[in-house]
């Protein structure tokens, strides 16, 4: 079992940045692929990053590319988002994920094949 606990969100203007944390607990996540979704108001949980094992193995949605970098520090537990550019689009609740696969056999970008959620902390760009 791996409980995962969001930080870092909060209300900031576009074209600032913020940098989420996601702690994990009860299993080290060495070998699991972490993930970030974010689901914005009245729309469906969408995809925005993943990285696998290894620091090579990173996907991004489209609309994040270039803007958000995810790392991971495998030592601490945990997995960041740094967020950069920020558009009042980058609204939403932001989930930390992780899921005991390697992207080479599962599809990182589809929240069905995670195993562990976080309880979500909120981002809000607006001026």
């Known amino acids: 079992q791996v409980q995962l606990v969001e930080s870092g969100g909060g209300l900031v203007q576009p074209g600032g940045s913020l940098r989420l944390a996601c702690a994990a607990s009860?299993?080290?996540?060495?070998?699991?692929?972490m993930g970030w979704f974010r689901q914005p108001p009245g729309k469906e949980r969408e995809f925005v990053a993943a990285i696998n094992w290894a620091k090579s193995g990173t996907y991004y949605s489209d609309s994040v590319k270039g803007r958000f970098t995810i790392s991971r520090d495998n030592t601490k537990n945990t997995v960041h988002l740094q967020m950069n550019s920020l558009k009042p689009e980058d609204t939403a609740v932001y989930y930390c994920?992780?899921?005991?696969?390697?992207?080479?056999?599962?599809?990182?970008?589809?929240?069905?094949?995670?195993?562990?959620w976080g309880r979500g902390t909120q981002v809000t760009v607006s001026s």
């Open positions: 994920s992780a899921g005991p696969f390697s992207t080479s056999t599962r599809n990182a970008r589809d929240a069905r094949v995670y195993d562990y």
């Open positions: 009860g299993r080290t996540i060495d070998k699991y692929t």
